[in-house]
């Protein structure tokens, strides 16, 4: 059974700063594309950040500069550190992993459980 645990969300006030964690655990043989998408309410959710195994990464157009994305393969761990943070930042934030669990088979998406970042006055 694949896991993912988020961690790191919170209350912040504008222009804070916080950083989540996604800690993956479990059989798996190899990983893939790490990244984050957030949900705020009544919206879609949408890809924030993400990875590649080759460290190449991605951003939404409205956090470039603000966040950036890295992992720690050794802990199998995603973080996303948010600095400047803004109110339109609120949002439930989910981590996504691509794995594929055995050598033989194809690799699936995995998700976390979420995350509140609320960003208010």
């Known amino acids: 059974q694949v896991q993912l645990v988020e961690s790191g969300g919170g209350s912040v006030q504008p222009g804070g700063s916080l950083r989540l964690s996604c800690a993956v655990s479990?059989?798996?043989?190899?990983?893939?594309?790490m990244g984050w998408y957030r949900q705020a309410p009544g919206k879609e959710r949408e890809l924030v950040a993400s990875m590649t195994s080759d460290g190449t990464t991605n951003y939404e157009d409205s956090v470039k500069g603000r966040f950036t994305i890295s992992r720690d393969n050794a802990r199998k761990t995603v973080y996303l550190q948010m600095n400047s943070l803004k109110p339109e930042d609120t949002a439930v934030y989910y981590c996504?992993?691509?794995?594929?669990?055995?050598?033989?088979?194809?690799?699936?998406?995995?998700w976390g459980q979420g995350t509140q970042v609320t960003v208010s006055s």
């Open positions: 996504n992993v691509k794995i594929q669990r055995l050598y033989w088979t194809y690799a699936n998406d995995y």
């Open positions: 479990g059989s798996i043989f190899r990983i893939y594309v």
